[in-house]
């Protein structure tokens, strides 16, 4: 299955639920990205009220009744920790500064507006020495406290909540690296269980594959197919039926009509035989010696469509002698000579002697008329599983041996004797035997036609 | 010599009774089994000529019958060509040949004299190619009524090729022959004797020649004039 063939079901589907998984994974991660930011910023903010919440606390009013901040040594010991980390000042209703750490932040402060009892975050950049410049984000808020109402400002650096973001952009990356070996995963998965789910479809196809002219009776198994194609492999099924039939109908017509003309013909030719004359009446017993020929290839033909040979072990050597035997009194009579040069083991193969010695007087009678008079046809029977049949005619031109083994086909200005039967027999029986039948050019002109069979299994 | 032929199919029948009837012999024809049994059980016939589908059945069976029962009336089987299996099984049955239909009259009448040349059948003694003319007892040859001297292995080549002619004779059987008389033999014994034989039937300018079938054997087939 190739990438490019969008064609095909199984990729087109995994493609499309592979985009699908994905899609609904990145969204997700998306909103469980967004949702932890959200999260870490509203702790942020939650953190920094506790701070102001803290620092209220810890406004005392001292003996001359002035509002002072008396942290406890806990937090004191945090604020000194990180002066630039984490700010404050506290203002008292006036905007008087009470206490900021550190004091520049206090300076700044001194110049805001008043703080009101909602809090309000702002950004601020700027505060403490130079070289520490850094960004602080931060809270003002009115408070009571036990010295009065305070504003209190607090804040702390952007960067202090950067464990939280670095986990959460370490999570967002790990995830977009995890995205496209997820797009891989599902689609090699998505393309497993798919051809799994296919498989039987791929099964029929494979069996549809060999239905054919000579193999008419195959159907498609029904079972444990997906429902949704069963229908459709239950009419081609019918559909095969009623080929077969029309087939089985047509091949029935072909024997019968060819065996319904023997007998008439049978007596047409004796009848013709028992006739005294020259001419004429010789000029008919040729076509109907043409005729009985076209009748009995015919029936060849039918029997090879027909049915299935039945094989058996067969020794090329045997088959070939007794097709030399029986037809070299014809040859004789055809004023050409005919020879066996056999093989000096038996040369056994798979076949069905009836048919093999078909197509061989086929081949026989083939070269035997297109060799000249007083020529010989040599049949030689090879030891790896070959017959071959040479003679000593024109040879067959290279354009025309494709088509000299299609039914009635003749040459071009071809001497009407034959029906063009003759060599499709031939080829359609060493097709039945898995084997082949070739065509070459003779040494000393004429053709040699090989009749190649497959070994034999020991 | 009287022949019974069994065929069901009347012009045929009537041509087979034509041809066999110009060859000189007698003729009687029958168109079912049931009829072919009676005619055999009451006249001596020298051979039957026998078509495997009748109307009443397979002429095998008749066959069948025949055989045990002790009559060994020399029998020619015709058969179609699509029935293969039957020549086996006709032979097996105890037919002593067979004919494909369609078949030559010429060729009918040539397997039927060969039937009764057989050894004990009714051609016994002479037999005939052209103008050659062989008596299987003296074993003396004949051309144009000129007797031709043979020594008797190729008497013996001569007589077999008789026999058998028209057919391909395979040259193990004729070696077979000539064992008979010389128990060494030569491995190009055959084809020796076949190549003084046919020169001696050209000299004496015989209507019949041999020809060779190489890698088979040889047949002798009667000059067309």
Redesign the interface.
């Known amino acids: 299955m190739s990438l490019g063939d969008f064609r095909s079901l199984q990729l087109r589907l995994a493609v499309r639920l592979a985009i699908l998984y994905v899609a609904v994974a990145a969204i997700a991660v998306g909103i469980l990205v967004y949702q932890a930011y959200e999260t870490a910023g509203s702790l942020n903010d939650r953190e920094l009220d506790l701070r102001a919440e803290d620092l209220a606390h810890a406004m005392v009013t001292d003996s001359a009744g002035q509002p002072r901040l008396d942290l406890p040594s806990k937090l004191a010991a945090a604020y000194a920790a990180a002066p630039e980390d984490d700010l404050f000042a506290i203002r008292d209703a006036n905007g008087r500064v009470i206490a900021a750490s550190p004091a520049e932040f206090g300076a700044r402060v001194g110049k805001w507006p008043p703080a009101k009892s909602e809090p309000s975050y702002f950004r601020l950049s700027g505060v403490g020495p130079e070289e520490v410049g850094e960004n602080y984000y931060g809270l003002n808020v009115a408070l009571r406290t036990s010295a009065g109402p305070m504003w209190i400002s607090v804040a702390r650096t952007e960067g202090s909540d950067s464990l939280v973001k670095s986990l959460l952009r370490e999570f967002v990356f790990d995830t977009m690296w995890v995205i496209p070996l997820l797009m891989l995963a599902t689609l090699g998965i998505g393309v497993v269980v798919i051809r799994n789910g296919l498989k039987p479809v791929r099964e029929i196809s494979q069996k549809a594959a060999s239905i054919g002219p000579d193999a008419t009776s195959v159907r498609l198994p029904q079972h444990s197919l997906p429902t949704e194609i069963q229908p459709l492999v239950v009419s081609i099924n019918r559909a095969l039926d009623r080929l077969e039939k029309g087939f089985a109908v047509q091949r029935e017509f072909t024997a019968n009509a060819a ?1 319904e003309l ?2 008439p ?3 047409v ?3 013709l ?2 006739m005294d004359g020259d001419g004429e009446l010789k000029k008919l017993r040729t076509d109907v010696a043409r005729m ?1 020929r076209l009748v ?1 290839q015919l ?1 060849g033909v039918a ?1 090879l469509d027909a049915m299935a040979l039945e094989f058996d072990t067969v020794d090329l050597n045997k088959v070939a ?1 007794s097709v ?3 037809m ?2 014809w040859a ?2 055809q004023h050409r ?6 093989s000096d083991e038996p040369v056994n193969v798979n076949g069905n002697v ?1 048919a093999l010695e078909d197509a061989l007087r086929n081949l026989v009678e083939n070269a035997v008329l297109h060799t000249p008079y007083g020529a ?1 046809v ?2 030689t029977v090879d030891c790896d599983g070959r017959i071959e049949v040479s003679d000593h005619g024109s040879g067959v031109p290279r354009k025309d041996r494709e088509n000299i083994f299609k039914r009635f086909w003749r040459g071009p200005g071809e001497r009407n004797e034959g029906a063009g039967l003759g060599l499709a027999i031939v080829s359609e029986t060493m097709r039945a035997h898995r084997g082949g039948v070739s065509i070459a050019d003779n040494p000393g002109g004429g053709a040699t036609f090989t009749l190649s069979f497959p070994s034999l299994p020991a | 010599m009287r022949l019974l032929v069994v065929e069901d199919e009347p012009r045929i029948s009537e041509l087979i009774k034509a041809a066999l009837e110009r060859a000189e012999f007698v003729v009687d024809t029958v168109r079912v089994r049931a009829d072919a049994r009676e005619a055999l059980a009451n006249t001596p016939y020298d051979a039957a000529i026998l078509d495997l589908g009748l109307p009443d059945g397979d002429g095998l069976d008749l066959l069948a019958e025949l055989r045990p029962a002790g009559n060994h009336i020399p029998v020619l089987i015709l058969t179609a060509r699509d029935a293969v299996e039957q020549r086996v099984l006709g032979l097996d049955a105890g037919a002593d040949d067979y004919l494909v239909k369609p078949f030559a009259m010429s060729e009918l009448i040539a397997r039927t004299k060969a039937l009764l040349r057989r050894p004990g059948a009714a051609l016994g003694t002479t037999l005939k190619a052209g103008n050659i003319v062989f008596d299987t007892i003296g074993r003396d040859a004949s051309i144009a009524g000129m007797p031709l001297q043979l020594p008797r292995r190729e008497a013996a080549i001569l007589e077999h090729l008789l026999r058998r002619q028209g057919r391909v004779v395979p040259k193990s059987v004729l070696e077979e022959k000539l064992y008979g008389i010389d128990t060494e033999l030569e491995s190009n014994a055959v084809p020796v004797h076949v190549h003084h034989l046919r020169r001696k039937l050209q000299e004496a300018r015989a209507s019949a020649e041999i020809h060779t079938v190489r890698g088979i054997g040889y047949l002798l087939v009667e000059t067309k004039t």
């Open positions: 065996h023997r007998t013909l049978a007596i030719t004796s009848a035989e028992t009985n009995e029936l029997r002698s030399v035997a029986t070299a009194p004789i009579a000579t005919i020879a066996f040069v056999g009836h010989e040599t049949v």
